[in-house]
């Protein structure tokens, strides 16, 4: 059973590394470990908070969600343009974790793998922030400029997130940026973009796992997790795209090579 206290706890969590580089399941699965929470009914919890995260996303973006619904009925080219997009990332992620999913709980789902994604994901951070620093990567395009092709490199890309803590925002986001997006344009797709990722899987969650959830976590717990996911993200989400403006991504990079060395050394992921 979790309790509201560490419901709220862990919808903190959420919010604030959900759209950050450095994987909210992996900091989620590692928080549970050191709070002693065990079963399928919490690893169906820290996913289904996750739609309080996507409510920040619908609030601040809602111009461009707007205009997707426009487009879909046909009133809004660019709208309905950037929906196909998300639509052709969301495909290659959507059926992997189909196929995938049984497994990817049943053995990704635990400290060590974390650890290990954790790490690698935070080299390839820190070379890649200083490759595109020598290389004057920046440019001016906009969400508009996308075309198909990016849109499936991001999407392949993404795929690389079902392995728990290497992070869906860092491999968009990366992904965004290698494509010629500057970073804040790719932090706004990848943000997006989890409006389909985080929605369906959360919906898949509740379908498979609901029953349990409800029998083993209370009312309460769900609702002050969910709510205290949707608050911080949207705080989260403003921070973040500021601070990469001007920072980057290495110190990102930097943080989860020493979240990794931390619970390797202590041996808290045991």
Same mark, same amino acid.
């Given at each position: 059973?979790?309790?509201?206290?560490?419901?709220?706890?862990?919808?903190?969590?959420?919010?604030?590394?959900?759209?950050?580089?450095?994987?909210?399941?992996?900091?989620?699965?590692?928080?549970?470990?050191?709070?002693?929470?065990?079963?399928?009914?919490?690893?169906?919890?820290?996913?289904?908070?996750?739609?309080?995260?996507?409510?920040?996303? $619908? &609030? =601040?973006?809602?111009?461009? #969600?707007?205009?997707? +619904?426009?487009? @879909? %009925?046909?009133?809004?080219?660019?709208? *309905? /343009?950037?929906?196909?997009?998300?639509?052709?990332?969301?495909?290659?992620?959507?059926?992997?974790?189909?196929?995938?999913?049984?497994?990817?709980?049943?053995?990704?789902?635990?400290?060590?793998?974390?650890v290990a994604a954790l790490a690698a994901g935070g080299v390839v951070m820190i070379v890649m922030d200083r490759w595109w620093a020598v290389k004057g990567r920046a440019t001016g395009r906009s969400l508009a400029s $996308? &075309? =198909?092709?990016?849109?499936? #490199?991001?999407?392949? +890309?993404?795929? @690389? %997130?079902?392995?728990?803590?290497?992070? *869906? /925002?860092?491999?968009?986001?990366?992904?965004?940026?290698?494509?010629?997006?500057?970073?804040?344009?790719?932090?706004?797709?990848?943000?997006?973009?989890?409006?389909?990722?985080?929605?369906?899987?959360?919906?898949?969650?509740?379908?498979?796992?609901?029953?349990?959830?409800?029998?083993?976590?209370?009312?309460?717990?769900?609702?002050?997790?969910?709510?205290?996911?949707?608050?911080?993200?949207?705080?989260?989400?403003?921070?973040? #795209?500021?601070?990469? +403006?001007?920072?980057?991504?290495?110190?990102?990079?930097?943080? *989860?090579?020493?979240?990794?060395?931390?619970v390797w050394l202590t041996g808290a992921a045991s």
């Amino acid at each position: 059973m979790i309790h509201p206290l560490q419901a709220v706890f862990l919808g903190i969590l959420e919010g604030l590394t959900e759209f950050l580089p450095v994987s909210s399941t992996g900091h989620l699965i590692l928080a549970a470990h050191l709070l002693g929470l065990e079963g399928d009914a919490v690893k169906t919890f820290e996913v289904v908070i996750q739609a309080g995260a996507l409510g920040a996303v $619908l &609030t =601040l973006y809602r111009r461009s #969600v707007g205009a997707m +619904a426009r487009g @879909l %009925a046909g009133r809004d080219p660019a709208g *309905r /343009a950037l929906a196909r997009h998300l639509a052709v990332s969301f495909l290659p992620v959507g059926m992997a974790g189909l196929l995938l999913h049984q497994a990817i709980k049943a053995h990704l789902f635990n400290a060590w793998p974390v650890v290990a994604a954790l790490a690698a994901g935070g080299v390839v951070m820190i070379v890649m922030d200083r490759w595109w620093a020598v290389k004057g990567r920046a440019t001016g395009r906009s969400l508009a400029s $996308l &075309t =198909l092709r990016d849109a499936l #490199v991001i999407g392949c +890309a993404q795929c @690389l %997130a079902l392995w728990p803590g290497t992070s *869906r /925002a860092m491999v968009t986001l990366v992904a965004g940026m290698a494509v010629g997006l500057p970073a804040p344009v790719a932090a706004e797709y990848s943000f997006l973009l989890a409006l389909p990722t985080l929605g369906v899987a959360t919906v898949f969650d509740v379908v498979t796992g609901g029953a349990m959830l409800l029998r083993d976590v209370s009312v309460l717990s769900l609702a002050v997790g969910f709510s205290a996911a949707a608050v911080v993200a949207a705080l989260a989400v403003r921070g973040f #795209v500021r601070y990469l +403006a001007r920072r980057g991504l290495a110190p990102f990079g930097w943080y *989860r090579l020493a979240l990794a060395a931390a619970v390797w050394l202590t041996g808290a992921a045991s």
